[in-house]
Nanobody, 130 residues
Framework: EVQLVESGGGLVQAGGSLRLSCATS????????IGWFLQAPGKEREGISV????????YYADSVKGRFTISSDNAKNTVYLQMNSLKPEDTAVYYC???????????????????????WGKGTLVTVSS
């Protein structure tokens, strides 16, 4: 059974930092890419960062480039999202997801919706206060 479990969300002041974790199991980690998505209240879920597990290639949406860093520990089948310089508009539920790099890349480019992504975690809430 494929499982993705996010952790690390919480309440933080604007300008602060958080690190999210996504622990995965049930699939061959190196065969997939892992992405982070966010869904703000009343908005659609959107991709913000992707990492290809096999070689560590990373990709970011413009909205988080320079502030967020995605990384992986392949020995632990875990992906992280370091979020710095957080803004109130970053407030959202953050999800990690797994699929082939082509699918996650297309969501990052807004060419397809996140509905096309195969495996999802249940999300972790990040609240940034002003």
């Amino acid at each position: 059974e494929v499982q993705l479990v996010e952790s690390g969300g919480g309440l933080v002041q604007a300008g602060g930092s958080l690190r999210l974790s996504c622990a995965t199991s049930g699939f061959t980690f190196d065969d997939y890419a892992i992405g982070w998505f966010l869904q703000a209240p009343g908005k659609e879920r959107e991709g913000i960062s992707v990492i290809r597990a096999s070689d560590g290639s990373t990709y970011y949406a413009d909205s988080v480039k320079g502030r967020f860093t995605i990384s992986s520990d392949n020995a632990k089948n875990t992906v992280y999202l370091q979020m710095n310089s957080l803004k109130p508009e970053d407030t959202a539920v953050y999800y990690c997801a797994a699929d082939f790099i082509s699918v996650l890349w297309a969501t990052l480019q807004r060419k397809i919706t996140s509905d096309h992504v195969e495996y999802w975690g249940k999300g972790t809430l990040v609240t940034v206060s002003s």
